[in-house]
């Protein structure tokens, strides 16, 4: 019955489970932040977090080592940002041509390593949920919010440091002035390569922590396209924040909520056809980037243009 989402253990249960969803959300948003901000735009945080959750994944399936695997997962987005500098910032390559390219490259590579090493699904026991005591007990608030995993906290953790980063420090002022005016940062003595290279393999490294947040804390297990364009409403959501933390995380949370309801109408056989309820998130992200255009002329004014030295 669709009286039934609106009972209170079900709503409960709803925003219990747009909390743990916004997760992945949240650390490739914040880290597409930074890259945005210095100017570089890298569409391949969907192929980063496929490669990264696929090592995660295999290293725990392994070991049983939960930090070694979230550690494999941050080096290897960090390597693939990296990469996604080097291409774009010293190549100077088109940004959204190469991201692209680097997608379908951890597409195709985090597939074909599945099925070369692992081959059938398997599940690990991933990052288990951890009661604060004291706050858990809150009324209604105490188990949507006091009751998840390490990399959950970790997520909202993250979006007051990264607005502190960006506004309160030297280095945040100079990523701002690189991706507003690298002309005028290059000649206070500014590396803008340098600036760039750290925001995108900083945005790679936490796309690689995204990854990890789905293979080994809220599915545990890996398979083909297990993202299902997460990286690419990542981006989108960068958009719909204006570049600012705060407002990126409740974009993050709007994201994961509706697919929150959308996992709960089948849950509870709701007579609403299934296509209809899976298509509901990438629906809004259509009309997320509708009202996100009216945003755009506050992107940062180089944002994806290379910088050449002495022009």
């Known amino acids: 019955m669709v009286t039934d989402l609106f009972s209170p253990t079900v709503l409960i249960g709803i925003l219990t489970s ?10 490739a948003a914040i880290g597409e932040t930074f890259g945005q901000i210095s100017g570089v735009l890298n569409l391949g945080v969907e192929g980063i977090m496929l490669v990264a959750a696929y090592a995660a994944y295999y290293v725990v399936l392994k070991t049983g080592d939960l930090a070694l695997g979230l550690l494999v997962a941050i080096l290897v987005g960090g390597a693939m940002g990296l990469a996604m500098a080097f291409i774009s910032v010293t190549l100077k390559a088109e940004q959204g041509i190469s991201g692209i390219g680097v997608y379908l490259f951890g597409l195709g590579l985090s597939d074909l390593l599945y099925r070369v090493t692992v081959k059938s699904p398997q599940t690990v026991t991933g990052f288990q949920n951890i009661s604060i005591p004291g706050l858990t007990d ?50 206070l003595g500014i590396s803008v390569a340098r600036i760039r290279y750290i ?18 804390a809220l599915l545990n297990l890996f398979q083909q396209n297990l993202t299902s364009g997460q990286g690419f409403i990542a981006v989108a959501l960068v958009y719909f924040g204006a570049w600012k933390p705060a407002r990126v995380m409740l974009g993050c949370l709007l994201f994961s909520m509706v697919n929150a309801l959308q996992l709960w109408i089948q849950v509870l056989n709701i007579p609403i056809p299934s296509d209809i309820a ?19 002329v506050t992107q940062p004014a180089a944002l994806t243009k290379p910088f050449e030295r002495g022009e």
């Not at 919010?145 to 280095?171: C, E, I, M």
């Not at 690689?208 to 080994?216: D, E, P, R, Y």
């Not at 998130?281 to 997320?288: D, R, S």
């Open 278 to 296: 899976l298509m509901m998130p990438y629906v809004l992200t259509i009309v997320a980037l509708m009202f996100a255009a009216r945003a755009v």
């Open 18 to 27: 747009g909390v743990r969803l916004a997760t992945s959300y949240l650390y």
């Open 138 to 187: 809150i009324p209604v608030l105490g188990p949507i919010l006091f009751n998840q995993n390490v990399l959950v906290y970790g997520a909202f953790a993250l979006v007051p440091v990264a607005w502190f980063v960006l506004n309160k420090t030297s280095f945040g002022l100079a990523v701002r002035a690189v991706g507003q005016n690298p002309e005028a940062a290059d000649t």
């Open 199 to 216: 925001t995108v393999t900083l945005g790679g490294a936490l796309s690689g922590i995204a990854g990890a947040s789905l293979s080994i």
